[in-house]
């Protein structure tokens, strides 16, 4: 690693000690320049956001001593030549912080595994890296960690080689991601979860979205007890035409007991209209917890300043500020998370604020944080930003901020905020 690379990306802010320290070791070094890139890139954001979630030295070291071994063999090369879905970017990263009432934020991490091979003949999909990781983490035995839900899932959802051959005209696609991890970073422990696009598995099959979603579902959910939750989230979905190929299902990797099932859905109307008929599912869902997030959602919207519109968003990729408008902005983007054991689905809304000023938007979150009570982490929300991207002036940016997510339940606000996921702002040389 030169001295000057390192000066480089220092230049774009301070780092901790103990990712300073771990950059120095002599031992044991990075086995190339792109992975050396992507520590200095991805990894000094990472150490900032730990600070910002008050993670102890300890805690630090552990998880960026994770990032460093596990995720940085998954990058592929630097810059980036795989465009992932899982940002408007391209980057197969995504950090987002989580904010909960009466506690430090949890650091997460959302990841798309990438080898040399993504995009070829030999992976045309890029399927292989998730499942390699996968492999790789379930050797470390992590408290919790159960793959039986994944392997369900690969084995129902995930393209095969064979079905691969039945895709015609493959590199009409510009979004070919098929699987992705997430990794919450929860003090000492790593949770795990799983994401597949259904899309390529619905295509070269033949078989329709919702049948290939609800067949998969059908053989789990009576063992996790949540068939109601299930399906009351299919009569919406199937009611208002919500089964589309922007579907994704996602579920964690712990024992079925533990887990929980997510389906997602996008669509192009971003208004409060539409975000009320998604949150209580058409008015299925009226009870005392709907009714209260729903009056914070109110709060949240009208704090925030979005337009109600349609957006004509056609999964244009954007990281520049001379995009058109259409590439700018981004569609509404919910789940439905259905947990074992719960007849009730809980609804998590995602506000699309990429393309909108930074300022404006960390703006909004601190009052809507502070209006939660004096106990309510992140009210200092717009220091937190900055000192993410001290290099930046966030009162003239505005893809920092991705997303804003919000669910409610019996313990209060759920709340996430997903960021532009590298000090590079934008990634140089990035192949769009």
């Known amino acids: 690693m030169t001295k000057s690379t390192v000066e480089e990306h220092e230049a774009r802010g301070a780092t901790s000690k103990v990712f300073q320290d771990l950059t120095n070791a002599p031992t044991p070094p990075l086995p190339d320049a792109a992975q050396e890139e992507w520590w200095l890139d991805a990894g000094s954001l990472l150490s900032r956001l730990l600070q910002v979630g008050q993670y102890t030295l300890k805690q630090q070291e552990e998880h960026l001593l994770f990032f460093r071994q596990h995720f940085l063999p998954y ?48 992976d045309p999909f890029n399927k292989r890296p998730s499942e390699e990781m996968v492999d790789r983490v379930a050797k470390m035995r992590l408290r919790n960690f159960d793959r039986t839900l994944f392997d369900h899932f690969a084995t129902e959802t995930f393209i095969t080689d064979n079905e691969v051959e039945r895709i015609p005209n493959l590199d009409s696609y510009p979004v070919k ?69 922007y579907n994704f299902l996602a579920w964690d990797l712990t024992p079925l007991h533990q887990s929980r099932l997510k389906l997602y859905g996008a669509h192009n109307e971003v208004s409060l209209c539409k975000i009320e008929e998604v949150w209580t599912l058409g008015g299925r869902l009226t009870d005392q917890i ?61 506000f699309p604020v990429h393309g909108e000023n930074d300022l404006k938007v960390a703006t909004a979150v601190s009052h809507f944080l502070a209006s939660l009570g004096p106990k309510s982490e992140g009210a200092n929300y717009v220091k937190c930003l900055a000192s993410l991207y001290p290099h930046l002036d966030i009162s003239m940016t505005s893809r920092l901020q991705a997303w804003i997510s919000y669910s409610y339940t019996e313990k209060g606000v759920y709340m996430s905020v997903y960021y532009h996921s590298t000090s590079s702002y934008p990634l140089p040389s990035c192949a769009h």
């Open 75 to 122: 990058f592929g090369p630097y810059p980036p030549r795989w465009n992932s879905v899982l940002t408007r970017s391209g980057l197969p990263l995504e950090y987002s912080l989580n904010f909960q009432q009466s506690r430090d934020p949890v650091v997460r991490i959302s990841f798309e595994p990438v080898s040399h091979f993504a995009g070829t003949s030999a």
């Open 177 to 245: 991601t098929h699987t992705a991890l997430a990794f919450d970073l929860n003090g000492d422990d790593i949770c795990v979860k799983g994401y597949v696009h259904v899309r390529w598995k619905s295509m070269s099959s033949k078989t329709p979205i919702r049948d290939l979603i609800q067949t998969t579902f059908a053989k789990v959910k009576v063992k996790m007890n949540c068939a109601a939750a299930v399906d009351l989230v299919d009569a919406y979905m199937a009611e208002t035409s919500s089964y589309n190929q």
């Open 290 to 350: 709907a009714t209260e997030g729903l009056g914070l959602i109110y709060r949240l919207w009208e704090l925030l300043g979005l337009d109600s519109t349609t957006r004509q968003y056609g999964n244009g990729y954007d990281d520049y500020m001379n995009q058109g408008v259409d590439d700018r902005l981004s569609p509404l983007i919910w789940n439905y998370e259905m947990r074992a054991g719960s007849t009730r689905p809980s609804p998590k809304i995602y």
